[in-house]
């Protein structure tokens, strides 16, 4: 098993069945196949990781990851980056010239809507679907008035019903109403507040220094003769 902080390369002969948490790297290289079992939670974290020619899969469309699977990119804004080609450099940086495909899970309901007004010190909110939601999940609800950034994430306390409790109390005002705004033979306007569920089970995290983000890049890129074009299958992630 490799040690922390060394740099890793997955040789393009092997396909490794990733049934442990691998050690904090520096520089993961994927040239060969990494598959993720869904038998346990499973942590990844690096510095960077380039998916070269290989291939990162967990779950697939007919039986999705269950497990939570994080992939955590750490670094700091003045670390020194890395070269990938004389277009492409960076630290906190996932690369993709090879396939990464991962397949989480999802509830029913992803998007929904206020079915009443949600009041700023309010601690839960009525929406028109709520199937697959749970205590732990977290929600966002979009801004309904001026200012764009009347945002708000909150935690799920409690669910009965299409009614949510959750935690902290919000901040401001959220427009809802038990149907559409206008509908007529003109189309539908619907200005009621979208609320949005956002945990997955399949995570990308930025590390420490939280106000430099990582970087997901899809990539083609030319190695001597060979092209090499990224692709990726996210799915519920």
Excluded at 22 to 51: H, K, M, Y
Aim: one cysteine or more; proline letters at 5%; glycine letters at 10%.
């Amino acid at each position: 098993m490799p040690l922390p902080g060394e740099n890793v390369t997955v040789d393009g002969n092997w396909t490794i069945i990733m049934d442990v948490d691998p050690a904090v790297c520096e520089f993961l290289t994927i040239d060969g196949s990494v598959i993720i079992p869904d038998t346990s939670d499973r942590n990844i974290e690096c510095q960077a990781i380039w998916i070269r020619v290989g291939s990162l899969q967990a779950g697939s469309a007919a039986t999705p990851f269950t497990h939570n699977l994080n992939i955590q990119i750490d670094g700091l804004k003045n670390d020194p980056g890395y070269v990938f080609d004389p277009s492409l450099e960076g630290n906190k940086i996932f690369v993709v010239t090879g396939t990464l495909s991962l397949y989480g899970t999802s509830p029913s309901t992803i998007s929904a809507n206020l079915t009443a007004s949600a009041f700023a010190g309010n601690t839960s909110l009525t929406v028109d679907s709520a199937s697959g939601w749970a205590i732990g999940d977290e929600i966002v609800i979009a801004p309904s008035f001026s200012s764009s950034r009347e945002y708000e994430r909150v935690s799920i306390t409690n669910v009965s019903g299409n009614t949510i409790y959750f935690t902290p109390a919000l901040q401001y005002t959220h427009y809802g109403a038990p149907s559409v705004t206008i509908n007529n033979t003109y189309g539908i306007l619907d200005t009621r507040a979208s609320v949005g569920h956002i945990t997955r089970n399949i995570k990308f995290i930025s590390g420490p220094d939280s106000g430099w983000g990582y970087t997901l890049v899809i990539y083609s890129l030319w190695e001597g003769i060979n092209y090499r074009a990224g692709q990726a299958i996210l799915n519920s992630v």
